[in-house]
């Protein structure tokens, strides 16, 4: 099946500060989708992007299908954009199961 | 407003108590999952529903149990639960009436502990 990495792990950032979180998989897809999961467990649509670039807000995610690799950044971090942040890939289809990586761990320290 | 809705939010049950964890939406979706996720790891599919009367398992092997009767109902029953089921369960949909067709929306969990 479509292995998915992320990198880095766990990253600390000073509020204000930028970052590029990046996801890399295995093989080609369909649905890509980055998501945010707050520390109360729950899980926010970022932005669904098998190709291309995005913005909203302080976010933009760029996806280089031929290549397999997504990044997401964030500008001007705020302490509430902690938590962890996941890839997510799939063929798409009748189905449309998605396949998490083991996400990025972000704090932000005001 | 359209949502996906998770009950109970957080459980605690002795071993061997059968419990059934909801999940509902109402955004018609046609797609439903529902994934397990242990603390600080990934999230692993354990069932999915591409329509009424369609159920599947997922990548991540499970002794969970889950029907589709409604379109908008998913639930997943443990009919014996032990520890080692003690985690988080995310339930998810995705289908038409999205902005992408392909774009999940989650729940808020249930946090299930089995002492």
């Known amino acids: 099946g479509i292995q998915v990495e992320q990198s880095p792990p766990d990253l600390i950032l000073q509020e204000g500060a930028n970052s590029t979180l990046r996801c890399n998989f295995s093989?080609?897809?369909?649905?890509l989708q980055w998501f945010h999961q707050n520390p109360w467990g729950q899980l926010i649509n970022l932005f669904y992007i098998p190709s291309g670039t995005k913005q909203n807000g302080r976010l933009s995610a760029t996806t280089v299908a031929t290549e397999r690799y997504s990044l997401l950044y964030i500008s001007s971090s705020q302490t509430t954009d902690s938590g962890v942040y996941f890839c997510?890939?799939?063929?798409?289809?009748?189905?449309?199961?998605?396949?998490f990586g083991t996400g990025t761990l972000l704090a932000v320290q005001p | 407003e359209a949502d996906i809705y998770q009950t109970p939010r957080y459980l605690v049950i002795g071993t061997g108590k059968k419990i059934t964890l909801e999940c509902s939406q109402t955004?018609?979706?046609?797609?439903m999952y529902w994934y397990q996720q242990d603390p600080g790891m990934e999230l692993h599919l354990i069932h999915y529903s591409y329509g009424v009367n369609s159920t599947e398992k997922g990548d991540l092997s499970s002794e969970s149990t889950v029907s589709r009767i409604r379109t908008e109902h998913f639930p997943l029953t443990l009919e014996s639960a032990r520890p080692s089921h003690t985690s988080q369960y995310l339930c998810a949909s995705s289908g038409p009436g999205q902005a992408y067709i392909y774009g999940y929306t989650f729940g808020s969990g249930t946090r299930l502990t089995v002492v």
């Open positions: 997510a890939v799939g063929s798409g289809g009748a189905t449309n199961k998605l396949i």
């Open positions: 093989d080609s897809v369909n649905n």
């Open positions: 955004m018609g979706h046609d797609k």
